[in-house]
């Protein structure tokens, strides 16, 4: 998002931005334990989640800023409040909620790679933890409809998650 500002590209900063923002609301609906709807109704879904008294403002900001510069003061604080969400579900030890400069460039981050590995450093299950650390749900390679619904087509996407064997137990 920066990065796309910094070279003048602010349609294209937007619009990662926004993508940034719809990553941050997944995280609280996963964080709350809710269903995220499809885009129709996700803003209204959004709207009901506890993490939205907090986090509406700073990502209404994000969305409306004209500049990257903006939007990254935004965004960081955006970061910071999902962290200490996560925090306050006790499933890691506590992190940093500080949002800080990427390697020195002007670029709000959270390292949110680093919540990814507490939490798979907590998961017991052998299958579970065979799942590459850091691929994410079939959500984040698609936000078609049809590939969310369909469990014809859901099922094509075992390659990369591997099929478990449940016989173990």
């Known amino acids: 998002m920066g990065r ?3 070279v003048g590209d602010e349609i294209g900063s937007t619009l990662i931005a926004g993508r940034l923002v719809r990553d941050l609301m997944r995280l609280c609906f996963l964080m709350e334990g809710q269903y995220a709807p499809y885009p129709k109704w996700y803003g209204t ?5 506890e993490a939205a008294r907090a986090l509406s403002s700073p990502l209404w900001r994000i969305l409306r800023a004209e500049t990257w510069l903006d939007r990254d003061r935004a965004l960081g604080e955006a970061y910071s409040m ?10 890691t030890e506590p992190l ?9 460039r ?26 590459p650390l850091l691929i994410g749900g ?24 591997g099929e478990p064997d449940c016989s173990a137990g």
Request: glycine share 4%; net charge positive; proline share 3%.
């Open 138 to 161: 079939l959500d984040q390679w698609s936000d078609s409809t049809d590939v969310l619904e369909a469990a014809v087509l859901r099922s094509r996407f075992k390659v990369p998650y």
């Open 82 to 91: 999902v962290v200490r969400l996560h925090n306050e579900l006790d499933l």
């Open 96 to 104: 940093s909620v500080e949002a800080v400069r990427f390697f020195g």
């Open 4 to 6: 796309a500002g910094q």
């Open 106 to 131: 002007p670029f709000s981050v959270i390292f949110g790679e680093r919540i990814a590995k507490a939490l798979s450093a907590r998961i017991q299950d052998s299958h579970i933890r065979r799942i």
């Open 45 to 49: 879904a959004f709207a009901r989640l």
